[in-house]
């Protein structure tokens, strides 16, 4: 069964403390994607990937940092700089089209 | 840089009604066109898209959109809703003319389906 997994489905941070989200595409996309999305705000772009070993910034990269050493693999690391992550996360690829397939999402929440 | 506007960030309606949500971009001469669903605590699903071809598109769940390139326009319609049609809904628009592979996606229209 072809798609993109997230891990965890929660998870919650501590003060000063980095977290690392996963996300897992079998798809064989060259394009990877993560997002933030708030409620009322829709989706805001944090960083994209369109080939291995390559990687941009989006819209709030600010307090994120992203890895893409493998096609199949495109971490989001959410560092203490970030002052404000509580939010849903969210995970996608896309085919030659620009059609985005996105996971089924990570809940942050700072204790 | 392109933008898409969701006018509606909320449309309530009653089962088996028809429903209209509208989605409007910034001028383009090529683009590809989205809609996605989101349910709550879950990513969004594709409902449908146009790339090119007849401007009326069929979906999943019954849905359809239509691209109207003068108004630049891509408004997604059901004849008929359900109960678990309630979700929220994206348009997301690809410029390609700008050379980035980025969609952009509207702010969404919370549809209500109510019994």
């Known amino acids: 069964d072809g798609g993109i997994t997230q891990s965890p489905k929660y998870l919650f941070r501590k003060e000063g403390q980095n977290v690392t989200l996963s996300c897992e595409q079998n798809l064989n996309h060259d394009a990877m994607y993560w997002y933030r999305q708030d409620p009322g705000q829709g989706l805001r772009l944090i960083y994209y990937s369109q080939i291995v070993n390559d990687f941009q910034k989006g819209d709030i990269a600010e307090g994120y940092s992203v890895s893409r050493e493998k096609k199949e693999s495109f971490p989001l690391t959410v560092t203490s700089a970030q002052k404000n992550p509580t939010a849903f996360y969210l995970c996608?690829?896309?085919?030659?089209?620009?059609?985005?397939?996105f996971g089924p999402g990570t809940r942050l929440t700072v204790l | 840089a392109q933008s898409v506007t969701q006018l509606d960030s909320q449309v309530p309606v009653f089962e088996e009604a028809p429903v209209e949500l509208r989605c409007n971009y910034s001028?383009?001469?090529?683009?590809?066109l989205f809609w996605y669903v989101q349910y709550p605590n879950q990513g969004l699903q594709l409902l449908l898209k146009?790339?090119?071809?007849?401007?009326l598109v069929k979906g999943i769940n019954g849905f359809e959109a239509e691209f109207n390139k003068s108004q630049t326009s891509f408004h997604l319609r059901k004849p008929s809703v359900h109960i678990s049609d309630t979700a929220e809904y994206f348009c997301?628009?690809?410029?390609?003319?700008?050379?980035?592979?980025?969609?952009?996606f509207g702010r969404g229209t919370s549809l209500i389906v109510h019994p």
């Open positions: 997301a628009v690809s410029d390609l003319s700008g050379g980035s592979y980025i969609p952009t």
């Open positions: 146009y790339l090119s071809g007849s401007t």
């Open positions: 996608a690829s896309a085919d030659g089209t620009d059609t985005q397939y």
């Open positions: 001028s383009s001469v090529s683009v590809y």
